[in-house]
């Protein structure tokens, strides 16, 4: 696991200096704290080796930085190194093929190195380091971009082909590592972080206004935006071409109608010919299994993430099951009893015979808030993001890999909103005179309750939805702000700005268009299915996903999800509904396949998620901070409704309706505001 960035110019002004580079890469050294390295070439060099230093000892670390004379065309690499496989020297990045002519770095594991490194060697390729990262550099030169197809892990790559003079960005399938690039007229630059990006002189940090309506609404910033006009995310599947002279492109290479490989046909074939539910059972006890397996492959301590629940049950079962010794097992808990998972996860850990370890996370938090939030580099509101990065701090005094049990929810439809699918799937067939009536009847006879977890809380905002379209009902269940709220959230001077924007750039725009476009690629599914592989494609790449990769790797922590693999992922997509639905329980297949794990508590228990007590704590020991944060007279921003943000705070003060997750997502922004010096 790793931190890179980079730049590749075609004219003087766009020249990255040593000192530019230098900053670039200290400023992931928490991705990378074991080793760095730095490569410089100019475009027209065929042999890297006749300028530089031998490859004979070394020959990963090309460190060609003899002077700062400007190369008006020329390319640049920096990288900070996570030692996880060969902790030698040999494992340094930037790392090149047997003649200079293919260079790499990367963030991320290949699980299947192994396997690909003998198939590689047979044909005559030489190794010279036991890391993973090599397997790419030969892997290119046979395959060429259609290399990412015989890939099984999580990774970010940037690859440089000296003879094509051709520069390769890669995003692993289910956006696990993150890869982020500014496209100007002479130069593109790339980075694991944005913060990264922002040592490059002369980059204005400019607001993307779609960015920041989606922002509030998804809790997140859809790729491939970012808050930052000029700076995107490459989408997860995806890789990017550039070369001199020629447009950038940009290609899926999973799913969206990406060319598959032989080997992937064979697969989806194998998957077809599946008829029962056995059947099914079978082939996806063999792929998890082996999931686990290969993601055991490791030089340094490695543990897991156990909340108690299904998905990391199974997956320390399965850790336990191929290992000779005691799996360490790491659990956050809260003194709020409805958010503390902490008991069920210590009987789990008893049962499964780990070595396990708690920590509770106090609402005394108010320090450590900020620094989380800046780590984000852009607002981002998931506020699990907190247990997550105490999680990870915890856990990385004990080992430095841990896998987890993420993925599972999308995969096998386990979260509660897909059961919500399915009752407005039948209400779409009820006439809406009929419907309204019943859902006004229902509205008058269930109580008024606060608390992000209470059920009649849920079944009001359920039916609040009921009578609208199929997505545009799914988008309002899961904003954070709905179109009501979103009409008040802007103060009227920005809000008429944004609204002229809009109408002069993006005329056509849709906040829902991001989740139609994915919806799109299962269409032919049921609509269950559809909605739950939607979110594979944008919740968990763009939450999910980014929340572990950030919170981990600010603690040089790595982490692995065995559900994510490609080939139970592959399985899962076109896994029968009837599979993963049963009744009013999700993951069924996963609770029937693999029910020796789980405890007999699992059975009955709803799922409860990996929630936080904000709304507690902003009635009270965080009520100051809030308030300092947000209606701090002399903060200045010309974004937010002041009067709209007073009116949520006293209505959550006084338990008329619970509003701490929109309240966090305006203390992320207006934390972010105020560091960065925004104030539009």
């Known amino acids: 696991m790793c931190g890179f960035c980079g730049a590749v110019w075609t004219t003087a002004e766009g020249f990255v200096s040593q000192e530019t580079i230098q900053q670039m890469t200290d400023i992931l050294t928490h991705r990378g704290p074991d080793q760095s390295g730095m490569l410089r070439l100019a475009l027209n060099i065929q042999n890297p080796f006749s300028d530089c230093c031998s490859p004979s000892k070394s020959y990963s670390l090309l460190d060609n930085f003899q002077s700062e004379t400007t190369i008006d065309k020329g390319i640049v690499f920096g990288h900070r190194r996570l030692s996880i496989l060969d902790l030698t020297e040999d494992g340094r990045q930037p790392i090149c093929n047997e003649d200079g002519t293919v260079w790499v770095v990367f963030n991320g594991e290949i699980y299947n190195y192994l396997e690909l490194e003998s198939i590689l060697k047979l044909e005559g390729h030489q190794f010279r380091t036991k890391t993973d990262t090599e397997v790419i550099v030969h892997l290119y030169e046979k395959y060429g971009t259609d290399f990412l197809h015989e890939i099984n892990g999580m990774f970010a790559i940037a690859l440089w082909d000296v003879r094509k003079k051709q520069l390769i960005l890669a995003r692993d399938r289910m956006g696990k590592k993150p890869l982020f690039y500014r496209q100007e007229s002479n130069r593109l630059i790339f980075a694991s972080e944005i913060k990264s990006l922002m040592k490059v002189p002369g980059i204005r940090q400019v607001i993307d206004p779609i960015a920041l309506d989606q922002y509030f609404i998804y809790q997140y910033i859809p790729f491939p935006r970012t808050i930052y006009q000029g700076i995107s995310k490459l989408p997860p599947g995806h890789f990017l071409v550039w070369s001199e002279g020629t447009e950038l492109r940009i290609e899926p290479f999973w799913l969206r109608n990406a060319q598959e490989s032989e080997q992937e046909r064979l697969e989806n074939e194998q998957i077809s010919s599946l008829r029962t539910f056995a059947d099914w059972q079978s082939e996806l006890s063999k792929r998890l299994e082996n999931a686990v397996q ?268 065995p559900f994510l693999d490609v080939h139970v992922a592959n399985l899962a997509i076109r896994m029968p509904i009837q599979y993963k639905i049963r009744g009013t329980k999700g993951k069924y297949i996963l609770r029937e396949t693999f029910r020796e794990f789980l405890p007999p508590e699992l059975e009955n228990k709803p799922k409860t998620g990996f929630g936080v007590p904000l709304d507690h704590w902003f009635r009270g020991p965080l009520n100051l901070w809030l308030k300092d944060i947000l209606t701090d007279p002399s903060q200045t921003n010309l974004i937010l409704n002041k009067n709209f943000i007073n009116q949520l705070i006293k209505e959550h003060e006084d338990q008329i309706c619970d509003h701490s997750n929109r309240l966090w997502s305006l203390v992320v922004f207006q934390h972010w505001a105020n560091k960065n010096g925004i104030s539009l």
């Open 294 to 561: 290969i993601r055991l492959r490791s030089d340094v301590p490695l543990g897991a993430f156990l909340s108690g629940g299904i998905d990391s049950s199974i997956i320390v079962g399965l850790m336990q099951k191929f290992s000779s010794q005691k799996v360490k097992t790491f659990s956050i808990g809260f003194a709020q009893k409805e958010y503390d998972e902490t008991p069920l996860a210590r009987r789990t850990a008893q049962r499964l015979g780990t070595e396990h370890e708690e920590f509770f996370v106090s609402p005394e938090v108010e320090n450590i808030l900020p620094a989380i939030i800046d780590q984000y580099d852009e607002p981002f509101a998931d506020s699990s993001a907190i247990p997550t990065w105490f999680l990870s701090q915890m856990t990385k005094k004990r080992v430095t890999v841990a896998l987890s049990g993420d993925g599972s929810d999308e995969l096998f439809a386990g979260y509660n909103r897909y059961q919500a699918v399915r009752l407005g799937y039948w209400g779409d067939h009820i006439p809406k005179s009929i419907l309204r009536i019943l859902i006004k009847i229902l509205q008058w006879t269930i109580p008024n309750t606060i608390g992000a977890r209470s059920p009649f809380r849920r079944t009001k905002r359920f039916l609040e939805a009921l009578d609208m379209p199929p997505l545009e009902r799914y988008l309002k269940w899961i904003a954070y702000f709905n179109r009501e709220h979103m009409n008040h959230i802007y103060c009227e001077e920005y809000k008429k700005s944004f609204e002229s924007l809009i109408l002069s750039t993006v005329p056509e725009y849709n906040c829902i268009d991001f989740l139609n476009d994915h919806r799109q690629l299962f269409e032919s599914r049921d609509y269950i299915s559809s909605i739950s592989l939607m979110d594979m494609m944008t919740y968990l790449p763009c939450d999910i996903m980014t929340k572990v990769d950030i919170a981990s790797m600010k603690h040089s922590l790595e982490v692995r999800s």
